[in-house]
């Protein structure tokens, strides 16, 4: 049996849950069976290593990697035992991190990398328009437009002068819109 008759694209899907509110996640344990890690204290070192990653890259490995506990049956009794929820973003780390002897490692970085990819294009085509304007030198030209969410929560992630001019400007036009009911562009006047 070969790797790819072995896994697939379902191996990672059929492990994958949902929360209430329907984001994505896996659990840390179930992924572990999955790209053969026996030992659990094995697989808790590639853990880290993608979490060193993601903080790394500026992003909160918390928020990635969320500590949750579990119940299972030992004998008569129960014990709680540690797991991760991993979002998309920790799966991919992990796998990134793993024993690159493991050829379902490979496999892994594939489909983690492709899913990414693909719910990048997804969130890009909901939140971004092109539209072709003509400009007042009357020539025609593509234009981007954003989802005014996605304008808002980008620019208020940035820490820079740029981003927090931003700011400092939306929550002015936000302020205006809550008291007046309307924003207006003073400066540009009427035509």
């Known amino acids: ?72 049956e030992a004998g008569i009794t129960a014990k709680g035992i540690e797991d991760y929820q991993l979002t998309r973003y920790a799966c991919y780390l992990i796998v990134q991190n793993g024993d690159p002897r493991k050829e379902v490692i490979a496999l892994g970085q594939t489909y983690f990398a492709v899913k990414t990819r693909q719910q990048e294009l997804i969130a890009e085509n909901s939140v971004v328009r092109n539209f072709r304007t003509t400009a007042e030198d009357a020539k025609s030209y593509n234009t981007n437009f954003y989802n005014l969410d996605v304008i808002i929560s980008v620019g208020y992630r940035i820490k820079s002068l740029v981003g927090t001019k931003f700011r400092i400007w939306a929550t002015k036009r936000l302020n205006e819109y809550i008291i007046k009911g309307f924003t207006m562009n003073d400066d540009r006047g009427l035509i």
């Open 1 to 72: 049996m070969t790797i790819i008759e072995k896994y697939s694209e379902e191996t990672f899907e059929n492990i994958k849950h949902l929360t209430d509110e329907g984001i994505e996640f896996w659990y840390a344990r179930e992924l572990q069976i999955i790209l053969e890690y026996k030992e659990w204290r094995n697989f808790t070192k590639v853990i880290d290593k993608a979490k060193i990653a993601c903080n790394n890259s500026d992003n909160n490995a918390s928020n990635h990697f969320v500590d949750v506990n579990k119940m299972v």
